[in-house]
């Protein structure tokens, strides 16, 4: 049985913590809120716990594990060869949205590296999280806490759903900040490279340390446009319904997805539309979501709605294109991971 609690974020309940702690150092699972998205921890030291999170995911145990830390203490304790840039980069966004890759030292087991010499760090600033980790004494090693291949949960809603009865513990603190999960970067080279973009932006990265490069395999397959992309190892971010990127002038988009309800209306099928709130006006005869007013909005509101979407049992969801700039680069690399890169020009 799943033992479920509610934790305010403003005021925090010590006591309840302490015994989701207890579970962790146990080698038991635990859900817990963070400000990207919820995770699903256990101890990162421990192999056999590391184990048992591939397992409540369903998640392939070659894709390694972010540990989790509370304070620069735990850094020393796991990573070696910390350089000057990375403690640049560590003194202006941790705690925060950004996951640094180090070598890791013998005491992290390759369980949760996924084999890997290296181990990718972050120190969260969600209080309920840093608490944790805290109380824990240990490291918490944590993907996001969805079955593998869905979009990530950001809302306590989407914990309940999908989780219950698969992990030890669920903690349950509303919703998260970001809503995209945080920037990993490997800082070992003379160039830092973003390997997925997120919460801080390389934008923001560029500003502190000069150049910064970008992992070529992020760059969308540009020839063959297939349904599940070569190259992409696995399936990532995906609803149900089938997902489509549209880009175009706002005139020709609402034009072009408006045809496309009427047709997929005649052969049976649900459409939705996930646009900006100004843009809810110009569609019609479909489930719209609105993904809200700022580009912060949409990366909030992003998972949320592709995962509303599946409630609503929609058969094909279209999603407005977003600009790469800032949080807009993150968005669509959800975005067109979820839609296997299939993109209509409108
Ligand atoms: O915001 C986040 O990062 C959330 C919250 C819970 O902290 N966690 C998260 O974990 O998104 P996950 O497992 O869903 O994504 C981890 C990403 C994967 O793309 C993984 O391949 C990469 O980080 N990664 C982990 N360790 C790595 C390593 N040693 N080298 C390269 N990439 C690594
Ligand atoms: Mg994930």
Redesign the pocket.
């Known amino acids: 049985n799943t033992i479920i609690k509610e934790i305010d974020s403003t005021n925090i309940d010590v006591e309840a913590i302490e015994l989701y702690a207890g579970m962790i150092k146990d080698g038991k699972t635990v859900i817990f809120p963070?400000e990207?998205?919820?995770?699903l921890g256990a101890n990162a030291l421990d192999e056999s716990a590391a184990m048992n999170i591939y397992s409540a995911k369903g998640r392939p145990s070659d894709?390694?594990?972010?540990v989790?830390i509370c304070d620069m203490n735990g850094l020393e304790e796991i990573a070696s060869g910390i350089s000057d840039k990375a403690r640049l980069i560590i003194d202006n966004f941790w705690p925060g949205?950004i996951?640094l890759?180090f070598s890791k030292k013998s005491c992290v087991p390759y369980a949760t590296?996924?084999g890997?010499e290296?181990?990718?760090v972050?120190m969260?600033s969600h209080p309920v999280a840093r608490e944790l980790i805290r109380l824990s004494g240990v490291p918490i090693a944590?993907?996001?806490a969805n079955i593998s291949g869905k979009p990530?949960p950001t809302r306590q809603e989407h914990i309940i759903c999908d989780m219950d009865g698969r992990v030890d513990g669920i903690i349950l603190g509303g919703a998260c900040d970001v809503g995209l999960?945080?920037t990993?970067i490997?800082i070992r080279g003379e160039v830092p490279v973003v390997?997925?973009p997120?919460?801080i932006t390389t934008e923001q990265l560029e500003d502190l340390v000069g150049r910064v490069d970008i992992d070529p395999a992020l760059e969308m397959p540009d020839e063959n446009i297939t349904p599940m992309s070569p190259g992409m190892k696995y399936k990532h971010y995906s609803p149900d319904a089938q997902v489509y990127v549209v880009s175009g002038e706002k005139d020709a988009l609402a034009e072009k997805i408006n045809g496309l309800c009427i047709k997929n209306r005649d052969e049976g099928l649900k459409t939705g539309v996930i646009c900006m709130k100004e843009d809810i006006p110009a569609y019609r005869g479909c489930e719209i979501l609105s993904l809200g007013i700022s580009m912060e909005d949409a990366a909030n509101n992003l998972f949320d709605a592709l995962i509303e979407m599946d409630k609503r049992k929609v058969d094909i969801v279209y999603a407005q294109s977003f600009e790469e700039t800032g949080i807009g680069k993150a968005i669509m690399n959800r975005l067109l991971k979820s839609a296997g890169y299939r993109i209509i020009n409108a």
């Open positions: 963070t990207t998205v919820y995770g894709n390694p594990l972010i989790h949205p996951t890759i590296t996924g890997l290296t181990v990718a972050r969260p944590a993907p996001s990530s999960e945080s990993v490997d390997l997925r997120g919460g």
